[in-house]
């Protein structure tokens, strides 16, 4: 099926995008998904029949979502999971166990992300934004390449915003050690590693250099 990318826009529905779109037997993991952009592209993938596993730090609105999807669309395969994506301990905890009881992966959608909040620091010292947005998203894309290469043809895909505009990244001070803090710069650092172009995206070129030979794509 020939798809026109040109049809979409700001107003179109993921159910129009969706539309005429099978997707039994695929299997996603979605990260972000107690809420908004995240539970909106589960419940529209459930329905079209992908088996969706659910992520994001709060269980308890997460297994609310999860059980309003298996009711709105009919499909039972939509399990959670705990993810904290700016404890490393959690991304790797929750790679384990969703390694242990999935065999492939086809689809990583990274959705989860923060904006523009004040400084603060994870346990490690890192730029919360920074922290959130891509480095706990670039640590769960390689605990689970060994899956999406299982899962081929796979493909990742990294949510990301215009607000790359509003700074590039300093390596020389990524957390914000010895500049003033700017909320608003420091959402922008966190976009150009997981936007840019597929090919430019560090979770991205990780995905890929996994599966290289195995057909993972990576697109934002």
């Given at each position: 099926m020939?798809?026109?990318?040109?049809?979409?826009?700001?107003?179109?529905?993921?159910?129009?995008?969706?539309?005429?779109?099978?997707?039994?037997?695929?299997?996603?993991?979605?990260?972000?998904?107690?809420?908004?952009?995240?539970?909106?592209?589960?419940?529209?993938?459930?329905?079209?029949?992908?088996?969706?596993?659910?992520?994001a730090?709060?269980?308890?609105?997460?297994e609310?979502?999860?059980?309003?999807?298996?009711?709105?669309?009919?499909?039972?395969?939509?399990?959670?999971?705990?993810?904290?994506?700016?404890?490393?301990?959690?991304?790797?905890?929750?790679?384990?166990?969703?390694?242990?009881?999935?065999?492939s992966?086809?689809?990583?959608?990274?959705?989860?992300?923060?904006?523009?909040?004040?400084?603060?620091?994870?346990?490690?010292?890192?730029?919360?934004?920074?922290?959130?947005?891509?480095?706990?998203?670039?640590?769960?894309?390689?605990?689970?390449?060994?899956?999406?290469?299982?899962?081929?043809?796979?493909?990742?895909?990294?949510?990301?915003?215009?607000?790359?505009?509003?700074?590039?990244?300093?390596?020389?001070?990524?957390?914000?050690?010895?500049?003033?803090?700017?909320?608003?710069?420091?959402?922008?650092?966190?976009?150009?590693?997981?936007?840019?172009?597929?090919?430019?995206?560090?979770?991205?070129?990780?995905?890929?250099?996994?599966?290289?030979?195995?057909?993972?794509?990576?697109?934002?």
């Open positions: 020939t798809i026109d990318r040109n049809a979409f826009g700001f107003e179109s529905t993921t159910d129009e995008v969706l539309d005429g779109i099978s997707l039994e037997g695929r299997r996603a993991v979605i990260t972000g998904t107690s809420g908004g952009l995240g539970a909106e592209t589960a419940r529209a993938m459930a329905a079209r029949g992908a088996a969706i596993t659910l992520a730090r709060n269980l308890e609105k997460l609310a979502v999860a059980a309003s999807i298996r009711e709105s669309t009919g499909n039972p395969n939509v399990d959670i999971g705990e993810l904290d994506l700016t404890v490393p301990d959690s991304v790797r905890r929750f790679a384990t166990n969703w390694l242990e009881s999935h065999d992966l086809n689809l990583l959608i990274n959705n989860a992300g923060i904006m523009a909040c004040p400084l603060t620091r994870t346990p490690e010292g890192w730029e919360l934004q920074f922290a959130t947005n891509h480095l706990g998203h670039f640590l769960l894309t390689a605990l689970l390449a060994p899956a999406l290469v299982a899962g081929a043809p796979a493909r990742v895909v990294n949510l990301s915003s215009g607000g790359h505009r509003f700074g590039g990244i300093d390596f020389d001070d990524l957390h914000y050690e010895r500049r003033d803090y700017d909320k608003w710069q420091a959402y922008g650092q966190s976009n150009p590693p997981t936007c840019c172009s597929p090919s430019n995206s560090i979770a991205g070129c990780r995905a890929m250099a996994c599966g290289a030979s195995q057909c993972i794509r990576a697109s934002s």
